[in-house]
C-alpha cells in the first residue's frame, strides 16, 4: 500500500470516527461522554461523499468499496438519529463492580480472640 493510500485511508478513517461521535453512537474520547449533534453529523457525512466523488477515478476499486461501505454505513445511521427527533441520548451503564461488604470485625475478632486460642491450646495438652 502506497503513502497515498495509507493518508487516504487515515483520513476516512478519522472523519468517519468523528461522524460516529456526532451521531451519539460512540463516546467523545475527550469528554467521555455520548452527545448527538445531528448537524454536524450530516456535514462531515456531506465532507465523506464530496471526497468519493472527488476522488473518483483516481483512487483503486479497494479504496473506492471501502468508501462507499463507511458513507453507507453512516448514512443509514443518520436515518435512524434523525428520525429519533431530540430524544434525549442514554448512555449505557457501566457495569459496576458490587461493593463488598466489610467483614464483621467483632466476629473475626471473636474467632481469632487471644481467649479462644488460649482454650483451644489447654484442650490437646490434656
Given at each position: 500500500?502506497?503513502?497515498?493510500t495509507?493518508?487516504?485511508?487515515?483520513?476516512?478513517?478519522?472523519?468517519?470516527?468523528?461522524?460516529w461521535?456526532?451521531?451519539?453512537?460512540?463516546?467523545?474520547?475527550?469528554?467521555?461522554?455520548?452527545?448527538?449533534?445531528?448537524?454536524?453529523?450530516?456535514?462531515?457525512?456531506?465532507?465523506?461523499?464530496?471526497?468519493?466523488?472527488?476522488?473518483?477515478?483516481?483512487?483503486?476499486?479497494?479504496?473506492?468499496?471501502?468508501?462507499?461501505?463507511?458513507?453507507?454505513?453512516?448514512?443509514?445511521?443518520?436515518?435512524?438519529?434523525?428520525?429519533?427527533?431530540?430524544?434525549?441520548?442514554?448512555?449505557?451503564?457501566?457495569?459496576?463492580?458490587?461493593?463488598?461488604?466489610?467483614?464483621?470485625?467483632?466476629k473475626?475478632?471473636?474467632?481469632?480472640?487471644?481467649?479462644?486460642?488460649?482454650?483451644k491450646?489447654?484442650?490437646?495438652?490434656?
Open positions: 500500500m502506497d503513502k497515498n495509507q493518508l487516504l485511508f487515515g483520513l476516512v478513517t478519522s472523519l468517519s470516527s468523528q461522524a461521535i456526532q451521531l451519539g453512537k460512540i463516546k467523545n474520547p475527550i469528554n467521555d461522554k455520548i452527545v448527538r449533534d445531528i448537524e454536524a453529523a450530516s456535514m462531515t457525512i456531506d465532507m465523506l461523499a464530496m471526497l468519493k466523488e472527488k476522488t473518483s477515478g483516481n483512487i483503486g476499486e479497494s479504496e473506492e468499496k471501502y468508501l462507499e461501505q463507511i458513507i453507507h454505513d453512516l448514512q443509514m445511521n443518520f436515518v435512524f438519529e434523525k428520525e429519533k427527533g431530540d430524544e434525549p441520548v442514554v448512555e449505557p451503564e457501566t457495569k459496576k463492580e458490587p461493593e463488598s461488604p466489610e467483614p464483621d470485625k467483632d473475626k475478632d471473636k474467632k481469632n480472640s487471644p481467649k479462644k486460642r488460649k482454650k491450646s489447654e484442650s490437646k495438652s490434656k
